[in-house]
């Protein structure tokens, strides 16, 4: 039976109240308010409110507390995040290997300092306590109980006719989709790298280049995460807007990780990344493409796999509701012969979690996935998505893997390459700027190789609610 403590009962009524007692500033202000930005905290803005007259929101005083320096962006700001999601899995892998229908809380409350000297140096500090009550099977990724999540240094500053910008801490870094590296927000434990970051940006041009240790999460005690030399992950990125009617970006990386185990190697993995995307919006259509080809060695095995991933749509806006006709298509290769010299299985590095669904039915490994979709906005804040997944295996000699790259068993060279298909439904509600609601459902409908291996069809559903100041 979930129970939810009374701590947590007693803040989330507290800031969700706040949250929904908090009204729109004045017409002529509200263009001049910075706005929240609920996925990254660190990139708001609130010097703004320096100007008393833009502090018409109970909890403003917080967001701009003046330093004692001669510089009118010099401020601390203060803030808290709070997520509160219940899930209903039935069940996670299909069943198998015992695995059963479950229910429950996921907590996620995260409090941050951003101080700010002057224009050009940030100090970002957020802790988090982020649990999952009357969850059966607790994982990495579904609690970390008082921790420290992102601690970082930034400096951005005029340079070489452009502007450089460097980041040295524990910090977030995501690029383009967040199909292969993203800070993993469908889980309730996110992704944090301890890094260097460089960026440097001059008109259409962006070029960037980082090193970091992910950070690997622990559940046992308080401040436990850490990071080593045994887990690594850097490259290079270039950046190009406005080619053709798109935005261009080619990036290399290395993904290092000891002791790693998939279903036809072992050992220490060296991945080499190389990775294309073309994304743009011209006339009603939008359109987003990417691939990534992978080599490099494990266990004295070399590496040979590769992805592409598509979402395209076009949206009719002389309609009522906006509606957009979508269309996700995306592939990605598996291992085509057991005990050779080769390993084909693609490593999705640090994908999203809800690329696919929340459900975390479908990985992106040894995939052939089709997707398409109806969304609809019925008023200007709410967006309404029904969608249907096929989904067949890239070679049959390798497993059905779900997120993010587990091998379900009993799957891996066995007939059939159809996995399935799921039905999704999804709304997005952005209630005021501070608070944002969603409702997921999905019901997938298995192939008869995860039913041989003893799976059934199997349903996910999710409220949530995120609250931030």
């Known amino acids: 039976m979930m129970k939810l403590s009374g701590r947590w009962f007693l803040a989330a009524v507290g800031l969700l109240a706040a949250a929904i007692s908090s009204t729109a500033a004045a017409q002529d202000d509200e263009a001049q308010r910075p706005k929240m930005n ?9 010097s703004p409110l320096a ?3 833009l502090r018409t929101e109970p909890l403003d005083r917080l967001k701009c507390i003046p330093l004692p320096f001669d510089d009118p962006k010099s401020y601390v700001s203060l803030g808290v995040t709070l997520r509160l999601r219940f899930e209903l899995n039935d069940a996670p892998v299909f ?3 015992g695995n059963k229908s479950d229910s429950y809380l996921l907590e996620r409350l995260q409090w941050h300092a951003d101080v700010r000297p002057n224009a050009h140096w940030q100090l970002f500090v957020q802790f988090e306590d982020v649990r999952a009550p009357g969850k059966s099977v607790i994982t990495p990724v579904d609690e970390n109980p008082l921790d420290l999540r992102l601690a970082f240094i930034a400096y951005v500053d005029s340079f070489w006719g452009g502007t450089l910008k460097a980041r040295l801490g524990r910090q977030e870094m995501a690029f383009d989709l967040q199909r ?3 800070v993993r927000d469908g889980p309730n434990v996110r992704q944090a790298y301890d890094a260097a970051w460089v960026d440097w940006e001059q008109q259409k041009w962006r070029f960037i280049g980082f090193w970091s240790r992910p950070v690997q999460y622990r559940h046992e005690h308080y401040f436990d995460d850490f990071s080593d030399e045994h887990f690594q992950y850097g ?5 190009r807007q406005d080619v053709g009617p798109g935005d261009l970006s080619a990036y290399y990386s290395r993904f290092m990780q000891d ?6 190697a072992s050992g220490d993995e060296r991945r080499d990344n190389f990775d294309v995307r073309y994304a743009g919006a011209r006339s009603g259509f939008d359109w987003d493409v990417e691939a990534m080809a992978q080599s490099g060695d494990i266990g004295g095995k070399n590496i040979r796999a590769w992805a592409v991933g598509s979402r395209s749509g076009y949206t ?3 309609l009522d509701w906006t509606p957009r006709l979508g269309l996700q298509i995306d592939a990605a290769s598996g291992d085509h012969k057991a005990g050779d010299d080769t390993l084909g299985t693609f490593n999705p590095l640090f994908p999203n979690g809800y690329y696919f669904t929340l459900a975390g039915y479908t990985g992106y490994v040894n995939l052939i996935h089709l997707k398409p979709s109806v969304t609809v906005k019925p008023i200007a804040n709410l967006a309404l998505m029904v ?3 096929l989904q067949w295996r890239e070679t049959t000699a390798d497993a059905v893997y779900v997120q993010p790259n587990m091998p379900v068993p009993g799957t891996a060279g066995k007939a059939g390459r159809w996995s399935g298909v799921y039905w999704q439904l999804r709304a997005d509600w952005a209630i005021t700027p501070n608070l944002a609601a969603a409702v997921e459902a999905v019901r997938f409908q298995i192939g008869d190789v995860i039913r041989r291996a003893g799976g059934h069809d199997s349903t996910y559903f999710n409220v949530e609610l995120k609250y931030g100041f």
């Open 51 to 53: 100007d008393p007259r």
């Open 387 to 389: 969608a249907a997944g």
């Open 316 to 318: 009719i806006t002389n």
């Open 95 to 97: 069943g198998i290997s």
């Open 38 to 46: 609920l996925f990254y905290r660190w990139l708001e803005d609130w």
């Open 235 to 239: 490259g290079v990125r270039a950046e």
């Open 180 to 182: 292969f590296v993203s």
């Open 259 to 264: 002791k790693t185990h998939f279903l036809d």
